[in-house]
């Protein structure tokens, strides 16, 4: 139900936007997030909107540099990414959930559906 798009080669200090379409109906009443996987790494949260408020939060490594912004007409998130890093390359994942509880909002396993992925290479 989440098709995520957008990833490719940049260079450091380029930008990607990618993308996350939803072929549901998921809105304010879903928690969406951004997570990443770097190869030998756990999969860990980039950024998310919680449900109901709307908040958005990042992770500390990202912040000021990732922006999350969802296209409610579109049922489309998206993860603007600037100034990118090496340590940025890693497979981008988007989730959503109607039912995250907030403590476990930054936890992968608390999410009902995700996107197949797409591949973000930061070369320094």
């Known amino acids: 139900q989440l098709q995520a798009s957008g990833g490719g080669l940049v260079q450091a200090g380029g930008s990607l936007r990618l993308s996350c379409a939803a072929s549901?109906?998921?809105?304010?009443?879903?928690?969406w997030s951004w997570f990443r996987q770097a190869p030998g790494k756990e999969r860990e949260f980039v950024g998310g909107i919680k449900r109901s408020s709307g908040v958005i939060s990042y992770e500390d490594s990202v912040k000021g540099r990732f922006t999350i912004s969802r296209d409610v007409a579109k049922n489309t998130m998206y993860l603007q990414m600037n100034n990118l890093r090496p340590e940025d390359t890693a497979v981008y994942y988007c989730?959503?959930?109607?039912?995250?509880?907030?403590?476990?909002?930054?936890?992968?396993?608390?999410?009902?559906?995700w996107g197949q992925g797409t591949e973000v290479t930061v070369s320094s």
């Open positions: 989730a959503a959930s109607p039912t995250i509880i907030l403590s476990q909002f930054r936890v992968p396993s608390s999410y009902q559906y």
């Open positions: 549901g109906r998921m809105g304010s009443a879903y928690a």
